[in-house]
């Protein structure tokens, strides 16, 4: 694997480095001892999987709140999204800020995302499937989010969603949870 830290310390890209023969190729997709040897969180526990069935769906921003924060690593196994992490530990220096990259079944790339980031995506095509490894059981009642559209981060998606839960349109807003 080819891990490149994103401009957001602790959150990294995650490529495959394929071997390949007249078959296709095999890659791993993910070792516990490299991603011990980088630090890169606890093991992966749990494995889930989000369908999608019409582009422009938008899920997020979520995330796990204490004592349940989450170390995921998402990819993107059919279709296309644009995956998107916001930093939101108070102290750090790049608060607030957020990265985004492309995930498709054809760049077959990762994204490893530490506790401290709110994380989210939009679908880039019709049905788009997204696997999930995550380091703890989900716990509804640590869930948490912000809005998609939340003017403290400035997050410049593609365009506006054409399908978005009820729960996700209607998180806070970042300033008004202080």
Not at 52 to 71: D, K, M, S
Request: charge should be negative.
């Amino acid at each position: 694997m080819i891990f490149t830290e994103s401009p957001l310390p602790g959150a990294f890209l995650v490529e495959l480095e394929l071997l390949t023969d007249d078959r296709g190729f095999f890659a791993r997709a993910y070792c516990l001892d490299e991603f011990a040897a980088l630090g890169l969180g606890t093991p992966l526990r749990q494995c889930s999987v989000s369908y999608n069935a019409r582009q422009g769906t938008l899920r997020g921003l979520h995330y796990q709140a204490a004592p349940h924060e989450e170390h995921k690593l998402v990819r993107c196994t059919a279709g296309a999204i644009f995956d998107v992490i916001v930093d939101i530990r108070p102290h750090s220096p790049h608060y607030r800020r957020w990265f985004g990259t492309d995930l498709s079944a054809q760049n077959r790339r990762a994204l490893f995302i530490p506790p401290g980031f709110a994380h989210g995506f939009m679908t880039l095509s019709n049905d788009a499937e997204v696997y999930y490894m995550i380091s703890v059981p989900y716990s509804p009642a640590h869930a948490r989010g912000f809005r998609w559209s939340d003017p403290a981060f400035g997050i410049q998606w593609p365009s506006s969603p054409s399908v978005i839960s009820a729960r996700d349109a209607a998180y806070p807003l970042l300033d008004s949870t202080a």
